[in-house]
């Protein structure tokens, strides 16, 4: 019989499993999902309610998923060291991309695919500059579909729309959007503009024996501009309330 085992090429791909990592899962053809489902555009609440649905689940594994930062149809699970399966990428990719599906399409009654990828993390620097960079996409998501909603509320058909704002500067959009919908896009809901973020935390619970510590999962729908000193403080206290860069160890395989 064919050796099938030596056919699993890609089984010994890892990464460094005493490092953070993110893997980032991205929705597969969501434009059409989203039609078909009927969400809201150009922003629907149930998209990242879903989301947060599906990041609590991942959380409330035995997993060390400890942040997980989502908007439009994305979301970067950060991973803190001991990465489990020894750093897998195919483990690490199909159980998170397959099982954050499977809550999404729980929750919007489609079924709804994400792909995923995993992304290096050397150090705390690194993974602020990547957040940023994810939540200047939200800002830039955001400004592209509210502009797209307000050409194609004159008449335009969505591919006339992209072309109309191909290349078009951010202050323009702006314009546009309040001149076209009467919206200032500085005021729409945060999560619109920044994304979400589902965290845990450590909070002290009172009881008659006492207080003890307990992680919980918080959601937080009102978050700051990453690259800002709050924005750093505020994931540096996520960052170090889940021992992201002072975990230790290498996880067993299991
Ligand atoms: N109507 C609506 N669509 C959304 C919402 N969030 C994300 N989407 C859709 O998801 C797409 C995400 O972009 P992208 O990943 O590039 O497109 P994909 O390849 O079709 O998944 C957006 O272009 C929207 O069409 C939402 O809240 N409402
Ligand atoms: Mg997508």
Redesign the pocket.
């Known amino acids: 019989m064919i050796d099938w085992k030596r056919r699993e090429i890609f089984s010994n791909l890892m990464i460094p499993p005493d490092i953070p990592a993110v893997v980032r899962v ?7 999902l ?1 039609e078909e489902v009927g ?6 609440r149930r ?1 990242p309610e879903s989301m947060v649905s599906a990041a609590k689940e991942l959380m409330s594994l035995n997993l060390p998923v400890v942040m997980v930062y989502a908007f ?3 979301a970067s699970l950060l991973l803190a060291p001991p990465v489990p399966w020894n750093g897998r990428v195919e483990k690490l990719v199909s159980v998170l991309s397959s099982l954050f599906s499977a809550v999404v399409s729980l929750e919007i009654k489609h079924a709804a695919s994400f792909d995923g990828r995993v992304i290096l993390i050397r150090e705390e620097g690194e993974l602020v500059d990547y957040l940023s960079w994810r939540q200047d996409e939200a800002w830039r998501n955001a400004l592209n ?1 509210y502009a797209l909603a307000a050409l194609e509320r004159e008449g335009m058909t969505r591919g006339e729309a992209a072309r109309e704002l191909r290349g078009k500067k951010s202050d323009y959009l702006h314009e546009l959007v309040f001149e076209k919908l009467g919206i200032n896009l500085a005021k729409v809901p945060t999560w619109q503009r920044r994304g979400v973020v589902v965290r845990k935390s450590v909070v002290i619970r009172k009881g008659e024996h006492g207080s003890a510590k307990r992680k919980e999962i918080v959601v937080d729908w009102e978050i700051p501009l990453f690259s800002s000193p709050e924005g750093r403080r505020y994931l540096r206290e996520i960052f170090e309330t889940s021992s992201v860069f002072s975990g230790k160890g290498i996880t067993p395989d299991g």
């Open positions: 991205d929705g597969w053809r969501f434009r059409r989203a969400l809201e555009r150009p922003f629907d998209m439009s149809d994305e579909s």
